[in-house]
T-cell receptor, first 116, second 111 residues
Framework: GAVVSQHPSRVICKSGTSVKIECRSL??????MFWYRQFPKQSLMLMATSNEGSKATYEQGVEKDKFLINHASLTLSTLTVTSAHPEDSSFYIC????????????FGQGTRLTVV | QKEVEQNSGPLSVPEGAIASLNCTYS??????FFWYRQYSGKSPELIMFIYSNGDKEDGRFTAQLNKASQYVSLLIRDSQPSDSATYLCAVGSGSARQLTFGSGTQLTVLP
């Protein structure tokens, strides 16, 4: 079946540094990629929606200059957390959507970011 | 603002029993409804989706949708300890299929 590969699965970084998270669709073209953040015992909160070749659409309250999203190809979307702070520590998950399928199953494995 | 509400639990049921999970949503224009299972530290895994009013069964799982009441539920029959997880209800709308997630219900199946 369709797979979305997300890397890294875990990352620890120092405050002030940047971290890049990648999501790749392995056997299909992902025209749309959704990026979520999940704090402990809370639900998934949509951060932004990216479409291949265009600028991402950010949800209210999400700083686009801090969370840089690039969707340069149909198989790769990246989220870069710039100048990370401890409050950015969270579980980040991507979800891809296939235009030819009516299911919303294609989540990446998630990235646990810890900023120290 | 679109809202999806779930009881946070925890919900505990004995092994072999039926677990009933409930979800309500605020947007009457919602078109698609999903149940995900999420184990601790893992990303969500799709269990069921339902688009039309009524029941939809898949193995031990039954999703029930009532659009008039803006209510969707998930029944898990013959619950197993491996079913212990957080269950997320998600509601989709729009052509881009954005999903709004509930906060999840933590289910524990006791051996």
């Amino acid at each position: 079946g369709a797979v979305v590969s997300q890397h890294p699965s875990r990352v620890i970084c120092k405050s002030g540094t940047s971290v890049k998270i990648e999501c790749r669709s392995l056997d299909f073209q992902a025209t749309t990629m959704f990026w979520y953040r999940q704090f402990p015992k809370q639900s998934l909160m949509l951060m932004a929606t990216s479409n291949e070749g265009s600028k991402a659409t950010y949800e209210q309250g999400v700083e686009k200059d801090k969370f840089l999203i690039n969707h340069a190809s149909l198989t790769l979307s990246t989220l870069t957390v710039t100048s990370a702070h401890p409050e950015d520590s969270s579980f980040y998950i991507c979800r891809s959507r296939r235009e030819d399928m009516n299911t919303e199953a294609f989540f990446g494995q998630g990235t646990r970011l810890t900023v120290v | 603002q679109k809202e999806v509400e779930q009881n946070s639990g925890p919900l505990s049921v004995p092994e072999g029993a039926i677990a009933s999970l409930n979800c309500t949503y605020s947007d009457r224009g919602s078109q698609s409804f999903f149940w995900y299972r999420q184990y601790s530290g893992k990303s969500p895994e799709l269990i069921m989706f339902i688009y039309s009013n009524g029941d939809k069964e898949d193995g031990r799982f039954t999703a029930q949708l009532n659009k008039a009441s803006q209510y969707v539920s998930l029944l898990i029959r013959d619950s197993q300890p491996s079913d212990s997880a957080t269950y997320l209800c998600a509601v989709g709308s729009g052509s881009a299929r954005q999903l709004t997630f509930g906060s999840g219900t933590q289910l524990t199946v006791l051996p």
